[in-house]
């Protein structure tokens, strides 16, 4: 069965750097773009990033670009997300997604706080 999970998420303070990590199985990964979604405490889920298939075309919400870059190993089958210079509103559970919005992992929380 379809299996994603996530990793790497921890408390930082402003301004510091983190990789969050999300490995898939049950499915052809390097066949399928993949998503990165957040929810802060008591909020919505917000879209983030999009990475397509061979790292072709990679897409990011207007208040992360610049600061967070994803990228795919499809040998590891595994999506990541570099995300620099947080911010406390970067504070969230950070999922990774499937193109078909179908799968979903666990999440992985990230908090910024000093």
């Known amino acids: 069965q379809v299996q994603l999970v996530e990793s790497g998420g921890r408390l930082v303070q402003p301004g510091e750097s983190l990789r969050l990590s999300c490995l898939a199985s049950g499915f052809d990964f390097s066949n399928g773009a993949m998503n990165w979604v957040r929810q802060a405490p008591g909020k919505g889920l917000e879209w983030v990033s999009y990475i397509d298939i061979g790292e072709e075309n990679s897409y990011y919400q207007n208040s992360v670009k610049g600061r967070f870059t994803v990228s795919r190993d499809d040998a590891k089958n595994t999506v990541y997300l570099q995300m620099g210079s947080l911010e406390r509103e970067d504070t969230a559970t950070y999922y990774c997604?499937?193109?078909?919005?179908?799968?979903w992992g666990n999440g992985t929380l990230v908090t910024v706080s000093a």
């Open positions: 997604v499937t193109e078909s919005w179908d799968f």
